[in-house]
T-cell receptor, first 115, second 113 residues
Framework: KAGVTQTPRYLIKTRGQQVTLSCSPI?????VSWYQQTPGQGLQFLFE???????NKGNFPGRFSGRQFSNSRSEMNVSTLELGDSALYLC??????????????FGEGSRLTVL | TQLLEQSPQFLSIQEGENLTVYCNSS?????LQWYRQEPGEGPVLLVTVVTGGEVKKLKRLTFQFGDARKDSSLHITAAQPGDTGLYLCAGPSGSGNTGKLIFGQGTTLQVKP
């Protein structure tokens, strides 16, 4: 079955701009989580959506937001971009229920560079 | 605050050598997972360990969960260049069964032919 699809794969923005990233989860998965990966901080949890509701949130400023649609597809938005937002943004899907250990299936990521 | 510390951070070895990667915490985890990430790709789940003292084998990879469920290890026997990548341990934050995982900083493994 198809895996997790993230678009765009690469993008370059300038400080102050905003960006929207998209994620299509594995068919049947209702949970979508977003992570930021940087060389210095590693993988850090941004937020999780389950059935269109934010279920968990990490310690990121309000400039980072997300949403989930009725077909489980998710978007995340970063407003007023800063240089430090340059990172690989990873989306992961899971069943969310019935799978007891929270095993995640990751997309290939969206590489954001802020100039 | 739950933290996972991995060691070593970097490992460069020759093909055929054995290695062990450690993942330690002061907190108890209901389960721990190991992922491998290759350049330009997202992490891929290798295994989940659930029971204290559990040992799981995946071909040349052996995963162990500590008796107290605070640590885990990954042992690779006769490493091959295809094993090169970033190895990450992760555990659920809080009660589990959510997408919120805590990740270790990762171990970058390079296996030279």
């Amino acid at each position: 079955k198809a895996g997790v699809t993230q678009t765009p794969r690469y993008l370059i923005k300038t400080r102050g701009q905003q960006v929207t990233l998209s994620c299509s989860p594995i068919s049947g998965h209702r949970s979508v989580s977003w992570y930021q990966q940087t060389p210095g901080q590693g993988l850090q949890f941004l937020f999780e959506y389950f059935s269109e509701t934010q279920r968990n949130k990490g310690n990121f400023p309000g400039r980072f937001s997300g949403r989930q649609f009725s077909n489980s597809r998710s978007e995340m938005n970063v407003s007023t971009l800063e240089l430090g937002d340059s990172a690989l943004y990873l989306c992961a899907s899971s069943k969310g229920q019935g799978a007891p250990y929270g095993e995640l299936f990751f997309g290939e990521g969206s590489r954001l560079t802020v100039l | 605050t739950q933290l996972l510390e991995q060691s070593p951070q970097f490992l460069s070895i020759q093909e055929g050598e054995n290695l062990t990667v450690y993942c330690n915490s002061s907190s108890v985890f209901s389960s721990l997972q190991w992922y491998r990430q290759e350049p330009g790709e997202g992490p891929v789940l290798l295994v989940t360990v659930v029971t204290g003292g559990e040992v799981k084998k995946l071909k040349r990879l052996t995963f162990q969960f500590g008796d107290a469920r605070k640590d885990s290890s990954l042992h690779i026997t006769a490493a091959q260049p295809g094993d090169t990548g970033l190895y990450l341990c992760a555990g659920p934050s809080g009660s589990g069964n959510t997408g919120k995982l805590i990740f270790g900083q990762g171990t970058t493994l390079q296996v030279k032919p």
